[in-house]
């Protein structure tokens, strides 16, 4: 399957889950993942989900500008850039965002998100 596919496919299946539960994308890590949120290093798929289901929104709309991705490595992991626009409900204006994935092969065929990095884009 072309990376690009992969990549769109994992992207969307990533932000509809995260705006409508959280708790969901739990599968999506393994206990060697690790994910930096604006700065803050969490490891581990319990504790990234337990970061991203205690954020201080609980409803949010995210707009996808862009997706590039990269192979990467021998072991036939995936890189994937993301950037796009974060509506928290009651917000007037949306906020810009970009998100880093290097994305790992599973036994199964699938894959699962081994690094992930998050930032707000301000100004």
Do not use: W
């Not at 969307?12 to 969901?24: E, I, K, L, Q, V």
Request: hydrophobic share 35%; aromatic share 12%; glycine share 8%.
């Amino acid at each position: 399957m072309e990376a690009e596919t992969v990549a769109k496919a994992f992207v969307d299946h990533y932000y509809s889950t995260f705006d409508t539960n959280r708790a969901g994308l739990g599968n999506l890590y393994q206990e060697n993942s690790m994910l930096t949120f604006e700065g803050i290093k969490t490891q581990g798929s319990q504790n990234i989900v337990a970061k991203l289901t205690s954020l201080p929104f609980q409803q949010c709309q995210h707009t996808i500008t862009t997706i590039d991705c990269q192979p990467s490595g021998p072991a036939s992991g995936m890189l994937v850039v993301v950037s796009g626009h974060l509506q928290l409900a009651g917000e007037q204006h949306a906020l810009k965002f970009g998100q880093m994935f290097h994305l790992m092969p599973t036994p199964q065929g699938s894959f699962y998100v081994f690094n992930d990095i998050f930032r707000l884009n301000y100004g």
